[in-house]
């Protein structure tokens, strides 16, 4: 009798836990619906979607590089947020960051809660747009094509690959791998990305 009351409660104790489970993922996968407006998640999305396309000279070197960023996601962001480059191998939590930031919610769960709603609505490689054509390059030079014209006197479409490698550089860190003032530590990540695209392009 004991034993079948045991049984009973462990079945009990068991589909707690996996309802609990369920919820709390549920939460995460759909809360960003339930605790952001209508308005600022469209005000979010239309941000996104009004950005300038990149050029396909930049994009190609761009997939070569990172060739999984456009597919990763949300839960991969959950399971291995610090495998991230957030500025170049996840653009949609890049761009979750900065309105999370603006509007002073910061948190990691509601980010992933944003993310996923981002996702339902746009692409990564429309996040890669929207984040690269805000981005601050010091100086004033705000956006990717405005940092062509700084650094290369010319627009971003026509760019060789070697000059996109040295803008993808800058992006890491505009203030630490500046060429002008850093030209050692700027080479040696340059060289970095160089080694990472012959490696990635002969795995193909």
């Not at 309802?19 to 996104?48: C, H, N, P, Q």
């Not at 990172?66 to 890049?94: C, M, Q, T, V």
């Not at 339902?120 to 490689?125: F, I």
Request: aromatic share 14%; hydrophobic share 40%; with cysteine.
């Amino acid at each position: 009798m004991v034993g079948i009351i045991m049984k009973k409660v462990f079945k009990i104790f068991v589909l707690s836990i996996l309802l609990i489970v369920a919820a709390f993922f549920t939460y995460i996968r759909f809360g960003g619906y339930w605790i952001e407006s209508k308005s600022d998640r469209d005000k979010m999305i239309d941000f996104v979607k009004t950005a300038h396309p990149l050029p396909d000279n930049f994009i190609n070197v761009y997939r070569d590089l990172y060739p999984e960023a456009i597919n990763n996601n949300g839960w991969k962001y959950i399971f291995k947020s610090a495998g991230f480059d957030k500025a170049l191998e996840s653009p949609s939590i890049r761009t979750v960051e900065y309105f999370a930031i603006s509007r002073f919610h910061g948190s990691f769960f509601f980010i992933a809660q944003l993310n996923f709603v981002l996702e339902d609505n746009v692409t990564q490689l429309q996040c890669l747009n929207r984040n690269l054509s805000v981005m601050d390059f010091t100086k004033g030079v705000i956006g990717i094509e405005n940092a062509s014209k700084q650094y290369f006197s010319k627009p971003l479409e026509e760019l060789n690959e070697d000059e996109i490698l040295e803008i993808i550089t800058r992006i890491y860190n505009p203030s630490l791998y500046n060429k002008e003032r850093r030209p050692e530590i700027f080479q040696n990540k340059l060289n970095a990305l160089k080694n990472r695209l012959v490696k990635n392009r002969s795995n193909r």
